[in-house]
């Protein structure tokens, strides 16, 4: 069994562009508690109100697994524990586990601390036995222990020794400004683990992008407890992700971590962290990423159709991700073929029309289209390719005229005319932008005819300047992503014309729409 301690909230928010409200972290907690952390390192209730405010507000939360633990330092030098501020803060927390930071390397406590080792080696022993006497469980963290180590084997080991024999339950190894090596970790964890009592851990920083690596190490070392953070939000460039170490524990070492039946929980849970800490998930993340599993070379794609494990160190649907089949200039016939199938079941991988589709995406993949992020215009290319396409409706013209001044709701007026079976129409709307204002004269032109069109809403716009030393005359690639609140679908435009482009994809999401609504009423 290794213990699972999440620092998302104390040292995640330690990351640049991380600020979670009272209300953010109680999701968190709940979030993290459902999913099966051992020990969820709420926050630092002596740093700010903010994390006393929560901790409050915490007491009436019902938490089913996890043990919530408070963060904060040793007493400060040449004073008595029972008045340190952040030791009182920690008793008002509320919380029944507490983890202490001190200083473990000697040039710490001489060009920060500034006072004697002695005196820190006793600051860290009276704050341990502080807690620990009052029946509080205490977690040790000896901050830059790799380093001190290094540089003074000897002290950095009585740091441990005082806070073990004070009557920590773990002490944790921190190699805070994350430069260790694994082989270092391994070998400096196996002494520890030979020499000190109670239960080890580790906390690695990822400033050598090791630390998923050094924690894991320092597990095969001995260590039983594991602090990261979920996508390895942390002080500087992060903290090791425990999205990458748990299922690496779990699934491929045999180590226990959190409940089996829950870690098909991970990717949905590091969105969720991501998107409550309004952070962009990061695609390339390993395991939880959306790329994780997607593959694009059209050689792995053939050998992923024929068996998934050519290409895939594990199940994805082991940790709730999903495999993607992404198309583009790599892509080989396989890949297409897969999609192709969706639309014409009977084409084969030698058909003429194979080779004609594929040879038009490459060309056009040239031009600067992108077919990996535009499921829907990838549709309806090959719906048209294969002669299978009836067009909706046919755009007479548009015209937009943008406003200056203006204020945000109206600064531009677009006005559209549109035919459907010989009937035209023509309507003008206003908008917060000229997309917007065509999108709504759009709409309003074909809902008319297709009321179905009333539940799409736009819900992403991307402009990508494809050669940006054309300036001003550059070529952009506009992606939109629409909705109907049942499926997600995006569409592409290529086009020096900006506008131009944002509307060949407007258009597609609409046909798209339309499409997908007779292949519903032809099954
Ligand atoms: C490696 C880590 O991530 S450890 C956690 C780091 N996290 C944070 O710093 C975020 C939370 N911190 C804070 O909110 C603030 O720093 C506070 C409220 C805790 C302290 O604020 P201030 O009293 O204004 O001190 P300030 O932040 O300027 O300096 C840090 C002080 O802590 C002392 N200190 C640092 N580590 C320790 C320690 N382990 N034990 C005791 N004191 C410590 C420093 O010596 C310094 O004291 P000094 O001003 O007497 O020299
Ligand atoms: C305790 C901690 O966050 C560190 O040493 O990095």
Sequence with gaps: MIY??????????????????????????????????????????????????????????????????????????????????????????GVNTICIFGKSWDLHVTDVLRTSLDENLNMIYDTVSFFASEGYEVIFDAEHFFDGYKANADYAMKTLKAAADAGAKFVVLCDTNGGSFPDEVYEIVS?????????????????????????????????????????????RTGNANLCSIIPALQLKLGYECIPDDNIKMLTSVSKYVSEVANMQHDNRMPYVGDSAFAHKGGMHIDAVLKNTRTYEHIDPESVGNERRILMSEVSGKSTILSKIKEIEPTLTKNSPETKMIIDELKKMEYEGYQFEGAEGSFYLIVKKLLGKFKKHFDIKYFKVIDQIPWDLQTSATAMVKVAVDGIEEVTAAEGNGPVNALDAALRRALERFYPVLKSVVLTDYKVRVLNSDGATAAKVRVLIESSDREECWSTMGVSTNIIQASWDALIDSIEYKLAKEEDKKQK
């Design 191 to 235: 002494k520890v683990v030979n020499n000190i009592s109670v239960a080890i851990g580790i906390h690695a920083h990822n400033d050598s992008e090791l630390a998923v690596a050094n924690s894991i190490t320092a597990v095969k070392a001995g260590a039983s407890m594991v602090q990261g953070c979920i996508n390895g939000y942390g002080e």
């Design 4 to 93: 699972i301690y999440d620092s998302v909230l104390r040292d995640g928010a330690q990351a640049e562009g991380i600020s979670y409200s009272v209300e953010d972290k109680l999701k968190i907690v709940k979030k993290l508690d459902e999913f099966g952390i051992s020990y969820i390192e709420a926050g630092n209730p002596g740093s700010n109100p903010k994390d006393a405010d929560f901790f409050k507000r915490l007491k009436g939360v019902s938490i089913k697994n996890a043990k919530v633990v408070a963060f904060g330092s040793t007493r400060r030098p040449g004073i008595k524990t029972d008045e340190d501020n952040n030791v009182k803060a920690l008793l008002e927390a």
